[in-house]
C-alpha cells in the first residue's frame, strides 16, 4: 500500500497546498486543493473519497473533482463521512445554489456520484485496505483515519485539539508505523488554536505524553508563514519523538 500525500498546508500560496492524500491510486483522504494537481487521468480512477469534515481547506476540490470526471466514468464515485459531515456537504455545498447535487445526476438511478456514512470504529474494507475512523475533537463533526494493509498502519489526526479518545484509539494499533498530526498554529496563537480546536506546540507536546507507541510522527497543517516558526517550536518542546515535517509529495509504503 502506498499513500502519497497531494497537499498537507494549512493554507494557499505558491507551493502550498491543503489537505489531500491519496491512497494507492483509487481511494482519496481529503479533497483539499492538493487534488488539484492530479492530472485528469489520475483523478478519474478515484472511486472513493474518504472525508475527514466539511471544512473547505479539506473539501475544496471534492466538487470540482466530481464535476471534472464523472461523465468520465461507469460508476459513481463514493464519498464516506460521517453522517452530519454529509448532511453539511448535501445542505452547504451539493445544494444545487452552490454546486449541483451529483447524486441527482444524470439520475438517481445512475448518479454520477454516491454518499456513504460511515461510523466511529466501524471499518471500510476496500480490496484489503482497511479504514477505519478515529475520534478527535474539532468544531464541526470530524474523524480521523486509522489506514490498515496488515502488515502495517498509518494514523491521520485530521483536524483536532487534545483529544483522549484519539489517544486511546490509537496506542490500540498493533502494527502502526506512521502517525500524521495537525498542528495549525504557533504558541504565540495558543488562544486561537483553543478557540478552533487546533493544536499548537505546547499542546502538541501534552498530548503526545499520551501516545505509548513509537511510530514516524509528522506533522501537517502548518500555517503558510509560520512553517519553521511552529516546526521550531515543535522541536523544542518534543523532543523524545523529533516529529518530522510532512511534505506535498511525500509517499508512505506501508
Not at 470540482?64 to 453539511?88: C, K, N, Q, W, Y
Not at 455545498?93 to 461510523?119: G, H, K, S, T
Not at 471500510?124 to 474523524?143: E, F, M, S, Y
Request: hydrophobic content about 45%; aromatic content about 6%.
Amino acid at each position: 500500500m502506498k499513500l502519497r500525500v497531494l497537499g498537507c498546508s494549512g493554507g494557499i500560496g505558491g507551493n502550498f497546498r491543503t489537505t489531500s492524500l491519496l491512497l494507492d491510486h483509487d481511494v482519496l483522504i481529503d479533497a483539499g486543493t492538493g487534488l488539484g494537481d492530479l492530472s485528469l487521468a489520475e483523478m478519474s480512477v478515484i472511486d472513493h473519497v474518504f472525508v475527514t469534515h466539511s471544512h473547505l481547506d479539506h473539501i475544496a476540490c471534492l466538487p470540482l473533482l466530481v464535476d471534472s470526471v464523472g461523465f468520465m466514468r461507469d460508476r459513481p464515485i463514493v464519498i464516506h463521512a460521517t453522517a452530519e459531515t454529509l448532511e453539511i456537504l448535501q445542505r452547504n455545498v451539493f445544494n444545487w445554489e452552490i454546486w449541483p447535487d451529483f447524486a441527482e445526476i444524470p439520475n438517481l438511478a445512475q448518479p454520477i456520484m454516491r454518499y456513504e456514512e460511515i461510523r466511529l470504529g466501524q471499518t471500510v474494507d476496500i480490496g484489503g485496505r482497511k479504514i477505519t475512523p478515529l475520534p478527535v475533537n474539532h468544531v464541526v463533526p470530524a474523524v480521523g483515519f486509522w489506514i490498515d494493509s496488515g502488515k502495517a498502519s498509518l494514523a491521520f489526526s485530521g483536524d483536532t485539539t487534545t483529544c483522549d479518545a484519539l489517544w486511546e484509539a490509537v496506542n490500540r494499533i498493533p502494527n502502526l508505523r506512521y502517525l500524521i498530526v495537525e498542528t495549525a498554529f504557533c504558541d504565540a496563537e495558543r488562544e486561537l488554536a483553543v478557540l478552533s480546536k487546533h493544536l499548537c506546540p505546547s499542546m502538541l507536546a501534552e498530548e503526545l505524553k499520551k501516545l505509548k507507541l513509537a511510530p514516524e510522527i509528522y506533522i501537517t497543517h502548518l500555517k503558510p508563514g509560520e512553517v519553521e516558526l511552529t516546526m521550531r517550536e515543535i522541536s523544542e518542546r518534543v523532543q523524545l519523538q523529533k516529529p518530522k515535517i510532512l511534505q506535498n509529495g511525500q509517499m508512505f509504503e506501508f
